[in-house]
Every structure is written in structure tokens, then in C-alpha cells.
């Protein structure tokens, strides 16, 4: 499940957020290479989902995030994600929903 909060802040404030303490870990600087794929009749788009593949160091990520519920900037929504190698789209190892993952097995090929 991946709970996302979303804040909005004065610009006047961002010092004072800036400076709490929860925030004084220096930041790490992380190079990233993301594909999102889709259907060419954007069947996961209509879906509000997104399969995505990432290159992140040396680690190659599979993840599946699902549509959600959003309410006064917290969202919720189903997400898996695991080790892949680039290009398997292994949904049937990936996803614990079954249904979910036949769908998108199905899928597979169009993306």
C-alpha cells in the first residue's frame, strides 16, 4: 500500500519546514532511469494504473501502482514492487492480487 501525503505551504514558511528537524538528514542524490509502458490504446492510462520498470544504481525495479482514493491531499493506492530483469514484465510473480495479474499478463505483449 503507498500512502502519499500532499502539503501546501506560503513560501514564506518553506524556512521554517526546511529547518525541522525530521528534515536535517543531508539528502542523498540518486540518479534514476524510469520507463512507464502502456497499451497503445492506453488501456492502463483509462485504468489509472502505471507499470513502470527503474534503474536505480545498479538495481533494475518492477513496480505496479493501482488507482486510488484521494481525500484533502492523502492518497492511497495498492503498489508492488520487486526486482526484475529489464523487459520480463513478470506481473504473475510480481502481483499478489490474481486477478490483477492475469489481466495484466494478458496484457504483456502490447506494452
Do not use: C, I
Amino acid at each position: 500500500m503507498e500512502t502519499e501525503l500532499k502539503l501546501s505551504l506560503r513560501q514564506q514558511d518553506a524556512p521554517a519546514l526546511l529547518a525541522h528537524t525530521l528534515l536535517a538528514t543531508p539528502a542523498k542524490v540518486q540518479r534514476l532511469l524510469n520507463t512507464y509502458f502502456d497499451t497503445p490504446t492506453l488501456d492502463l492510462k483509462q485504468r489509472r494504473m502505471a507499470v513502470r520498470e527503474r534503474l536505480a544504481g545498479e538495481q533494475w525495479l518492477l513496480t505496479v501502482k493501482t488507482a486510488g482514493k484521494s481525500e484533502n491531499g492523502l492518497s492511497r493506492r495498492q503498489e508492488w514492487e520487486a526486482h526484475t530483469t529489464p523487459g520480463a514484465l513478470d506481473f504473475a510473480a510480481l502481483v499478489d492480487d490474481a486477478e490483477l495479474a492475469a489481466s495484466l499478463m494478458a496484457l504483456r505483449a502490447q506494452l
